[in-house]
Structure formats: C-alpha cells, structure tokens
C-alpha cells in the first residue's frame, strides 16, 4: 500500500477548498477517504479540501470537480508500494456567475441536514431546499416533526439551505412543496387519494411554492389548470450525469417514434411544458437533480436566478418564481429581447407588431452543439456552433402575436443530454392572448384518459367519497381545457 494525500486549492489562493473527487484504478475500483462524504451512487465523494488515503499499487485516477463554473481536473498517478504520494490540485473558474448577479439553486435535493454544507459548498451551490418531508413522513430522510424557528441555515453571505421541503410523489406524479412553516398531512394518505392537487392547494393557501417536479405525471395538467404550480421541472432528475432515464416511470409514456431515444425524452418533456405555455400560462422553469434518491450529484441540475447585488434566500425564489432565470447542467445561457431579459414582458399597446432585437450568449467549457430561438413553440432561427465553446450573436425579429420566446443551448455529449434553456420572455401584441387549441385539445384528452383509467380502476379508493373528491377535480381539469378548445 502506498499514502496518498491530496490537497485542492482554487487557482492563485492559499486556502483549500471543498470539491466534489473520484478516485479509482485500472480494475475499476472506486476508493473513499475516511472523514469524506461517500456517494457510491455516482462513485465520488466530498472532500473539505485535503484527505489521504492508503491506495495499493498500479495505476490510480482521480477527478476533481466543483460545480458547473470551475474547469475540471483529470490526473494519472502510478502508484508505487511503500511510497508517499503528495498531490496539489488548482482549481480554475471559468465562470464567476455570482459577479454577474447570478445565483444557483437545486429545488429537488434528498440529503442529510449535516451533510448540506460541504455538499454546497463542493458545488458552489448558493441555494438549496432541502426535502425532509417526502410522502406524508413515510420515507423522510430526517425527523424533524419538532421544527426549528429558522428554518433557513445561512453557510455564508451567499450559500443557504432550508431544512423544510415537502415532496408528495405517488401513483399521479411528484410536485414539491416549498419552504414550508410546517408539514402539510392528512389523516389518510394513499396511492391516489388525496389528489396531489391537494398538497398545491393547501401550500398555496399558506403563501408557499409548488414546484410541478416533472410535466409528464399524470396529474400534472389538473394541477396547473387548477392553479396550484408555480414552476415546472424541465431540467429534472432523469437527465443524469451519465446518462438519461430513458422512460417516464409511472407518468404518461411517450410516443417513443415521435420522440426516440434521450434527445427524445427532453424534446418531449419540453413539448409538454411549451403546450402550456401556448395556452397562455405564464409559468417559468425549474431544475432538479434528486441528489439522495439518484446517483446526481447536488447541483447537476441546476436554476440560474437573475438578482443582481439583492441576493437573499427569499429573493432568490421571489425570482424563480418571476420566471429570471435559465436552467442548465452544462452552458451558461443569456437571452434578452430588446434588452428585456426571462419573465419580463414585450408590449405593443397599439396591436401593431414588434420590431425588435434578440440577443443571445451562450458559454460552456464543452463544445456547443446547437442554439436555438424558439418561440410560441416553434424554432424560429437555429444556429450551429461548429464546436465553438462561445457562442454570441444578436438578429432583428418581427414578432406578430401574442405569446413567449426562449432560448435553449445544447453541448455535444455521447453519454447525456446536457443543456440549459430559459424560462420565457413574454410578447403581448394589443389585447390579443395566445390560446392554441390544438394544446387545449391535447391535455383536455389527457385528463379524459386519466378519469377512465380512474374510474375503470375499481380498487383505486377506499370509499366512494374519496373517489368523488377525486374524479371531481379530474372532470373540473376536464371542463377548463374544453373551454379553451372552444
């Protein structure tokens, strides 16, 4: 055996640093450091910023990460018996997107209270609610029924977390429950009753957010045409460091020849979440990575939040919930109209059509694979990037109807899908509204199916009252997509 003692540091800084680290030899063997935190999941560990470990003889690799803004490390050691091994690692920001005003959170994270700190600091992950309450206690990663006053841990000026965030995941699909006072709990909870409209409803009347964590769950359009989303997952926990979950679990599959293989599941996930949006929903994006559950680091899927100097915990999700943002697991992505950045809006008081000017920058320590404008659901201009890392390119648009526009980044990668995409800019031309009714159409058959397979399922309810106060959200969802079709 041979002692390894690695010590990172960021570039030109005396001080260590925590970082996210994998190290393993030549037979594929993956080694943990005593006093680290281990994630066999994904195969790495957290470290405050040095560690040994006795590593035995032959090849050894090790991986240095921290985040999406500093460039990773890669190195080689032959490691030789009976010998020290002393290993200094210099961490390079590429990015600091905490000067330009933005901060980054993870809304869907499922980790231990005393675990948060390093894990955020590793990541350089400023926000974090962390999800301690997950299906009505049953699976809860932490007893905290006894709630502290301050539910928010301040780690320094710019990294926090909240110890209290609800999931409620069951046969209709997960929504996230936000920075809560307390648990929200029912007598009786099974697999379908009650609705998850329920938990929207109840968090909502108390001032907290609902994050919809994936638009593919079978509830998913009785929740937001009831009112009760604030957000909606789009960059979410089945696309993987490695690779993506290539189904929709229990949620309403895919048309797989429509939408084939991993780029197929994002398009269709961004499909679902653009049909709402040309219904004139006015609801921005999230992202998620389920660190905890899945084999995600905390932060691979991350939300980018435009502050500017105001940072605080509150006005960071004051600002998601404005739709600032962009979400991303790779690029940096900035994307303004006439200056207007995400969740801001575009007026023509006259009804006459804007002129107006589109700029995009697009930034990644990867390759870029393309750029795209899309807006009211279509692509309206695509740019390849041949490779380039930067990306930066304004255009003149005429935009004529009333609706949304966004920009998306993908880099080229063989193992995953990685990608940022930001939330809208909205267009409002006179008193005109967008309201396609090929979309009022396709949820208004969606929640159709959804109340036949309900009301084929005899065994679903304990009782005809639960079935009812079900089945009846269900038919309301129904009757508001209906409306809308005309």
Known sequence: MALLKVYIR?????????????????????????????????????????????????????????????????????????????????????INMAELGWYSGDIHIHRQINEMENLMLAEDLNIAPNITVWNNWKYSNDDIRIVPKDRIVRIDKTHQFSILTQEDERKGGAVIMLNLDSPIEFDFVSDWHPAGFEYCRIAHENGFLVDQEKPFWWEAPVNVALGGIDTIGI?????????????????????????????????????????YLNL?????????????????PVGFNRLYVHLGEDFSYKNWFLGMKAGHSFATNGPMLFFNVDGKEP?????????????????????????????????????IREF???????????????????????????????????????????????????????????????????????????????????????????????????????
């Open 280 to 296: 004139g929903f006015r609801i921005p994006i999230s992202a998620g990575s389920a660190s905890g559950v899945l084999s995600n």
């Open 384 to 486: 390849s990037t041949n490779g380039a890392k930067k990306f930066s390119y304004e255009f003149d648009v005429e935009l004529s109807e009333s609706g949304w526009i966004i920009a998306r980044a993908f880099e080229k990668s063989d193992k995953t899908i990685k990608f940022a995409h930001t939330s809208p800019i909205y267009v409002q031309i006179g008193q005109n509204k967008i309201c396609r009714k090929e979309s009022a159409l396709f949820y208004a058959n969606w929640c159709k199916e959804l109340l036949a397979m309900s009301s084929a399922d005899k065994e679903r309810y304990a009782t005809i009252i639960q079935r009812e106060e079900v089945e009846s959200l269900y038919r309301r969802a129904i009757t508001f997509y209906e409306n809308l079709v005309g």
């Open 10 to 94: 960021e570039f030109e800084k005396s001080r260590i640093i925590p970082a996210r680290v994998q190290i393993w030899n030549e037979k594929g063997k993956y080694f943990y450091p005593d006093g680290c935190i281990p994630y066999e999941k994904d195969n790495h560990f957290i470290t405050n910023g040095s560690f040994e470990i006795q590593m035995p003889s032959g090849k050894t690799y090790i991986s240095v990460e921290k985040g999406k803004e500093y460039f990773p490390i890669e190195g080689e050691l032959n490691i030789q018996k009976g010998q020290d091994y002393h290993v200094d690692c210099e961490l390079h920001r590429w």
């Open 235 to 275: 960059i979410n926990n089945h696309i993987q460091r490695q690779s993506v979950m290539d189904d929709e679990a229990w949620g309403r599959p895919r048309d797989k020849d429509k939408y084939p293989g991993y780029k197929g599941f994002v398009d269709n996930v961004l499909d679902l979440y653009y049909h």
């Open 343 to 379: 969740g801001n809006f575009l007026l023509s008081t006259n009804g006459k059509p804007l002129q107006s000017k589109i700029s995009i920058n697009a930034e990644s320590i990867n390759p870029l694979e393309n750029i795209q404008v899309v807006y009211n659901g279509e692509v």
